[in-house]
């Protein structure tokens, strides 16, 4: 029975038989419309590269709801939190979207939707009840404007550029999905955590090469910046002190119980920094940081994919094309 | 009896009776002593502008370690959020330092202490036992260096500076510099919020102004920066996309289940942000922002008093004169 299922091999015939018995023609109809829109919104997990809802979330929804259009309006109105259950509600479970497995309460099937997938599948919803179009379900190829105007548009926008590309790893599309959304992560928490701010951060791939592009507010930051030290109590204090005592930018000071200096930033060009650092960034296991290569401003602009730029300027959802 | 105290015009006969019964003449002699000491490092509280140590208070520390030297050596070993007590401890309280009055246990006697007066203070007391001094209790005067070598060592520091100089208000001291500090706060907050990185501030008077001196990591900020809007989920969210959809820097994009968008920020110039913005502030009460005036960059380096730039630039505790 569903009480003893361990594993999701063990499951899935139950899942088989629940559909079944749960559906007539029409709602497997409407099971089918779903999909077509999870994809064309581009929410569908069986995609690569979305953390999105699965084929069988899918049709749980739309059972739920008694039909394609019903869910729209219902889902519509979810929040990040939502709790929805057809049959029975187990243990609660903290997640962007739970939907409890009518064959199996304690389980969530929907723990791999990533909050942004969820907020972009409401914001879908919301528009296409406004503006029902088939472009939801098939979307537009984006095209790309001609270089010129990509490189004028960066210009006005005066913004920092860093592309990096890599080997393309020998390994399952969704497994290097997965692992260029988490390198692309990583990269972008170093680059924050070493003062530059990235505006936004776009990736894509060809046969050959992953490449991450981060738009930054600035390639270049300011020489000086504030170090924190320890508390002025402990006694790792007494180190700092000694080490900063010569300080060519003056001596360390309290601010808030900590001796805080003023000292040269470590890094102040984006693409010196990646280059030091991103052995230890965090990249996905299959990503050889060997392999990088680094294109700044201009050679980004020349370089990157012109789709991959239009959409990191003007991020348009894929019902919008 | 002290169980009825209820204020500070109640106490201060208990104050006294609890000194002079508690003290004989060379303690009075150290206690003197601790009051220069805390007088000359800085952290005096009858002393202008420091948020720091009352008179009862030194005479406390005293007492409670049986000397001077004493008091030094376990101040020494104090950190931030120590206890204190003498007779008996009361209800628990927060605070940097809490040290119980002996005549009113209710009472933090040290509330008035600041995080920052208490770890100078704790500071001071480390350095006096590594190399007693006479400057610890008469400290020199700063000397300021020439104005050329000023300029000189601000170029080679390539950062930005912000003065700001308002009328004196014609109020008592102790007013006066609480609400100077204030002032200083209430301005770095703003510079900070608008994204201008703060990295030392100081404050100063003569007869006729009170200044204000920023050091920030740059004058200007870059042109773009990133704008978080609501949810995705909520209400509100409409009106936001509807104000962006035409953004000059592209459309309104999901962030951490955010609606997030690349616009423009409203002051990348720092004297332009505080003139429009000093109105809504916060300074104190008594200071008056028609009668600012503002001096950036050279200006600011030509304008302020050469000690004030002087630890700006290179801040040293009064013993290290």
């Known amino acids: 029975t569903p009480n003893h299922i361990r594993t999701s091999v063990d499951r899935t015939p139950f899942h088989a038989d629940y559909i079944i018995n749960h559906t007539d023609e029409k709602l497997r109809d409407d099971i089918r419309l779903m999909k077509r829109f999870m994809k064309g919104i581009g929410t569908y997990g069986a995609e690569p590269d979305v953390r999105g809802f699965s084929g069988y979330l899918c049709e749980l929804i739309t059972i739920k709801y008694g039909g394609f259009l019903w869910a729209v309006r219902r889902a519509a109105q979810w929040k990040v939190g939502t709790t929805v259950f057809i049959e029975e509600k187990g243990e609660p479970m903290k997640g962007p979207l739970v939907f409890y497995d009518p064959v199996d309460k304690n389980r969530n099937v929907a723990s791999a939707v990533h909050e942004d997938t969820l907020s972009r599948f409401i914001s879908a919803c919301k528009d296409y009840l406004e503006n029902p179009d088939r472009r939801f379900f098939f979307p537009n190829k984006r095209t790309a404007p001609p270089a010129e105007e990509l490189m004028a548009e960066w210009k006005q926008r005066d913004t920092g550029l860093l592309l990096l590309t890599f080997d393309r790893p020998d390994i399952i599309p969704e497994n290097l999905h997965a692992q260029v959304w988490k390198s692309q992560y990583a990269v972008e928490k170093k680059l924050n955590s070493y003062g530059f701010e990235v505006l936004r951060a776009e990736h894509g791939e060809d046969e050959k090469k992953v490449s991450l592009l981060f738009e930054l507010s600035s390639f270049t930051l300011p ?72 294109y700044s401003q201009e050679d980004a602009v020349k370089k990157a994919d012109p789709v991959m730029l239009a959409q990191l300027f003007n991020p348009l959802m894929p019902w919008e094309f």
């Open 223 to 294: 020489a000086l910046f504030t170090h924190d030290g320890p508390p002025v109590h402990v006694e790792t204090a007494e180190g700092f002190l000694e080490k900063w005592m010569d300080n060519e930018f003056g001596r360390p000071f309290i601010a808030d119980g900590r001796w805080r200096v003023v000292s040269r930033r470590p890094f102040t060009d984006a693409a010196e920094m990646i280059s030091a650092e991103v052995h230890h960034a965090g990249l996905g296991k299959a990503i050889d940081p060997a392999s990088m290569s680094i």
